[in-house]
């Protein structure tokens, strides 16, 4: 449902062009090396906690929004084998005729990992035992767990999951269950159930690039894992901004059901 996304951008791009003296957007991020001219070097190497971990923290921004409308665009067909129930779902969704029943379209979370893909910035916080992601999409977060701590064995599902993180050498490992199988994994409608369980590796490349690679695992919607992978980059010398779905919301009622 590319509507979703092009009216998100328009809100975005509107919100940004508002004063920026009251919204702190002019203010340059501290740690981050620069130039002569005062511009950030992002080929530069990533910068490390006290530690010795990459330190993932910063405002990163989705590269473009081909993976908002299918995660799976960069995969051949056969990549992507969804069981019998799945793919009549999914064919139903991606005519478009079931486009007011997206979640999103309704306000409602967009959920792991489509979330990570849609049209706005969202921060990375880095602390010892627990890593969080704030998303201006909605004004949303979750946390991951680097603790130690396992999944809960028998969790109350939810549209974010639940998420515990490792370190596999400078890759952040984050592995989700405990899904409600309610979010679409696009917005041409991949299906997901609540058997989902998402593993998402976070590497640092550089100081202005994040390779995100992205494993569904879902054997009640999928005969086999896939692997998407994303390369959101960093937007520094900014902050995130409220957005409130529902407020002004007017796209909703033009939207076709069955």
Known sequence: MQIRAVIASVILSGAVAAPASSQWLN???????????????????PPRTADGK?????????????????????????????????????????????????????CLPQGVPKIAAAPAPWRIVQTPGAIFIIYEAF???RQIFTDGRALPADPNPTWFGYSVGRWDGDTLVVESRGFNGKAWLDQIGHPSTDALHVIERYHRSSVG??????????PK??????????????????ELLEFICLENEKDNRHMVTN
């Not at 690039?209 to 879902?218: E, H, W």
């Open 139 to 141: 004004t949303q977060w």
């Open 221 to 238: 919607a999928y005969v086999k894992p896939w692997t998407a992978i994303e390369h959101p980059k960093l937007h520094p010398d900014t």
């Open 27 to 45: 203010l340059k991020t501290p740690g981050l090396p620069r130039g002569a001219d005062g511009k950030v070097d992002l080929a530069a190497p």
């Open 54 to 106: 990459p330190d993932l923290s910063g405002i990163w921004e989705p590269d473009g929004t081909k993976f908002i409308r299918n995660l799976a665009a960069d995969l051949k067909p056969d990549d992507v084998v969804m069981t019998a129930a799945a793919q009549a779902l999914f064919d139903r969704r991606k005519t478009g005729t079931l486009s007011k029943e997206e979640p999103d379209a309704n």
């Open 209 to 218: 690039t994040l390779d995100l690679q992205i494993t569904i695992d879902d």
